[in-house]
């Protein structure tokens, strides 16, 4: 990822497999929910998860903004109840703060969001008189609390994901804060691309004899450690 991005400091929109025909670019809220996949028993060095922290606003072009992975709900990885519902209608992209009403909404704060608790089902429809003709609206609240089956649908069952179908210049749209694997800021160049012509903060995270599933752990306590730094959670 840093290896592709670094040359031109530009994180490119490409060709998505959901929405056949566009270039997006991807982004979750709040959370490094982003998740490859390998059955390999340790993770290559270049197989690592890296995390770009953005300021909401410096994402432009934002075409939509899904209150859980858009991937999954295509891919029918989500239980029935949800993905008998057309994808459209989740899409909120046209709604001034979308981000913002979908976190206060179903879960009350930043915190309960990160930390993927929402509120209790009575008091979610009484607080906004919920009804049968709600369904969209009940079917994202119970899949937020929904963890029977971690395989099918993770952390990114109610991650807000957001699309734009512009390229991310680091030197202008500058990150907060980069995490990544200690390995790569021992390069002078790495270094130099972020610090100095992203402008952000690099932290890193050590390297072991683990499969890569064991590092998305590790990520969400970095993204934690600096959110709370920053007095944001």
């Excluded at 959370?31 to 890296?50: F, G, N």
């Excluded at 607080?127 to 029977?148: C, K, Q, T, Y």
């Excluded at 130099?192 to 969400?220: D, F, M, N, P, V």
Aim: proline share 4%; net charge negative.
């Amino acid at each position: 990822m840093i290896k592709s991005i670094r040359p031109n400091d530009s994180i490119d929109a490409v060709d998505c497999d959901v929405f056949a025909g566009e270039k997006l670019n991807y982004f979750f809220v709040g959370r490094p929910a982003y998740k490859s996949e390998s059955s390999d028993a340790q993770a290559a060095d270049w197989e690592l998860p890296c995390c770009f922290i953005f300021e909401y606003a410096s994402i432009k072009g934002i075409k939509r903004v899904f209150p859980f992975d858009s991937g999954a709900h295509h891919g029918k990885r989500y239980p029935n109840y949800i993905s008998m519902m057309d994808l459209s209608e989740f899409d909120t992209g046209d709604v001034i703060d979308a981000p913002a009403r979908i976190i206060g909404a179903y879960f009350g704060s930043a915190k309960a969001y990160f930390n993927l608790k929402p509120k209790a089902e009575d008091a979610f429809v009484e607080e906004f008189s919920l009804g049968p003709l709600d369904a969209e609206i009940m079917a994202v609240h119970r899949l937020a609390g929904d963890n029977r089956d971690a395989d099918q649908f993770d952390d990114r069952r109610l991650t807000i994901e957001v699309q734009s179908d512009q390229h991310v210049d680091l030197t202008v749209a500058k990150p907060l804060a980069v995490i990544l694997p200690a390995v790569y800021l021992d390069s002078v160049e790495v270094r130099e691309a972020i610090e100095t012509r992203w402008g952000a903060e690099a932290i890193t995270y050590s390297i072991s004899s683990l499969s890569l599933k064991h590092y998305y752990g590790t990520i969400y306590q970095k993204v934690l450690d600096f959110y709370q730094s920053r007095g944001w959670l």
